[in-house]
């Protein structure tokens, strides 16, 4: 019989694997911090996706027509499942969902940043499609390349799923940036509310980013936060000038040396201040996922006896 490996092979194995494209899947060994590191970003994505249902969800009976409804509804239910995928994705590692579900309800978890904030018009409906959704696809199109087989794998079709978004939300806003003054004055409002925290979206700035050291070097993350930001930036700065909005930053200006647009500075104190639970409506929003899980025991009280009911006539 060979010696067993010493981890220091395993570690030098692992970090070739990784160099070579492939992926690690759920049975394979991996460093501990590997592990603990993906647990930690796939359930804070998990209920970034479960938290998300609140802010747009509460417009559903308010929508203004059959279409925008249904479109809404379908929205929400796909972030339902998102949740879910990744969920999934975190018990592939060993996770308990119920773990990580009390970490989200006693307030220890995070969640992203966007969802504490309200929305007050229709209009930031169609806002969080076209720039919420838009920061999250150009984050989780680089991760469909993570190197955590299911991680990358949920990425794909989650990244689908958010591409319909994005476009009805854009659709949706564009429409109404040409349309009468009350509805070019909502669309400029929810720019207004938005643009800053959906820069925050992709995290702190690569100074400050204490993860991201050996999400990188793991091939978790294959991108900085800033990189990713900037490339985002780049993109959506001419789609909103084509619409007719304005960016609420009088700093903003086109480098025409690099090629990019630079903004002015982000508020990173409100960045750190709302993750930590002092936004907006961390509150509420939390108050709500914690009515919505006593709402539904039973649901998963007729599950359980339903699988162990299972279990017994599929032993006779
Ligand atoms: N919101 C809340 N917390 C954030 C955050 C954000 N936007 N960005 C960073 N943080 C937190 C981190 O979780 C970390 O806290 P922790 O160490 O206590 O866990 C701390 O700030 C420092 O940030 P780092 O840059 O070191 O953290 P990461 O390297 O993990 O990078 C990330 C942050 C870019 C968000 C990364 O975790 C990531 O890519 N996550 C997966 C994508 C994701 O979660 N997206 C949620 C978007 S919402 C969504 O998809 C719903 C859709 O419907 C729009």
Aim: contains cysteine; charged residues 25%.
């Amino acid at each position: 019989m060979p010696p067993e490996p010493t981890h220091d092979e395993r570690l030098a194995e692992f970090e070739a694997r990784i160099a070579r494209g492939e992926k690690i899947e759920p049975g394979d060994w991996m460093p501990d911090r590997y592990r603990q590191q993906l647990i930690r970003m796939i359930s804070q994505h998990a209920h970034s996706e479960i938290v998300g249902m609140l802010p747009e969800g509460a417009w559903i009976g308010h929508a203004p027509s059959l279409r925008r409804k249904l479109i809404l509804i379908a929205k929400v239910q796909d972030e339902a499942g998102h949740g879910q995928y990744l969920y999934h994705a975190a018990e592939s590692l060993g996770a308990e969902r119920q773990d990580l579900i009390d970490a989200l309800l006693s307030g220890k978890a995070k969640y992203s940043n966007i969802f504490n904030y309200p929305t007050l018009t229709w209009a930031d409906v169609g806002m969080i499609g076209w720039l919420v959704d838009g920061a999250a696809i150009k984050n989780q199109t680089m991760l469909t390349g993570a190197s955590y087989g299911p991680y990358s794998r949920a990425m794909v079709r989650i990244c689908a799923e958010e591409t319909f978004h994005y476009k009805q939300g854009k659709e949706m806003v564009s429409l109404y940036a040409q349309g009468t003054p009350r509805q070019r004055k909502m669309a400029q409002d929810a720019l207004d509310r938005w643009w800053w925290p959906s820069l925050m979206m992709f995290g702190p700035p690569d100074d400050d980013s204490p993860n991201s050291a050996v999400l990188m070097r793991w091939g978790i993350k294959l991108r900085s936060n800033d990189t990713l930001r900037q490339e985002f930036i780049d993109e959506i700065v001419p789609e909103l000038h084509a619409a007719g909005l304005r960016i609420p930053d009088t700093d903003l200006r086109y480098d025409t040396d690099s090629g990019h647009w630079r903004t002015g500075p982000i508020d990173w104190d409100e960045f750190w201040r709302v993750i930590q639970g002092g936004g907006p409506m961390n509150r509420e929003r939390l108050r709500a996922r914690r009515e919505a899980h006593d709402d539904g025991l039973w649901v998963r009280e007729a599950m359980a006896a339903y699988a162990s009911r299972l279990a017994v006539t599929s032993d006779q």
